[in-house]
């Protein structure tokens, strides 16, 4: 796998709270499933996925440091967002995105 162990580790800390939380090799990286769903991926050359709540894509997607996830050569689905690793440097960055991803699961129950 070819994916920053310090960003899986500084995830895996971000959703320490959580007991419904599983890891799962995925998108050539490291992937964090929350309550079945995907929330979080570090992804291959340090790389940083969220899946977020859809209606809210076009908002997050203003934001410093951001795009719409691509995986190969595939544009994903709205939601899906690529974060550059400047934009998740500080734990509190970091959690920001984290509950971004969470929200839907959340949601969901």
């Not at 959703?15 to 939380?21: A, H, K, P, Y």
Request: a positive charge.
């Amino acid at each position: 796998m070819a994916f920053d162990p310090l960003l899986a580790e500084r995830i895996r800390a971000a959703l320490s709270g959580r007991r419904d939380v599983r890891e799962v090799n995925m998108f050539g990286g490291l992937s964090f499933m929350v309550s079945g769903q995907l929330a979080a991926s570090a992804t291959p050359k340090g790389g940083f996925m969220v899946k977020a709540d859809a209606a809210r894509a076009e908002e997050l997607l203003k934001r410093p440091g951001t795009s719409r996830a691509v995986i190969g050569k595939r544009t994903m689905s709205t939601g899906w967002i690529a974060v550059e690793a400047e934009q998740i440097a500080a734990d509190e960055q970091l959690a920001f995105w984290i509950g971004e991803a969470t929200r839907p699961v959340q949601a969901s129950q």
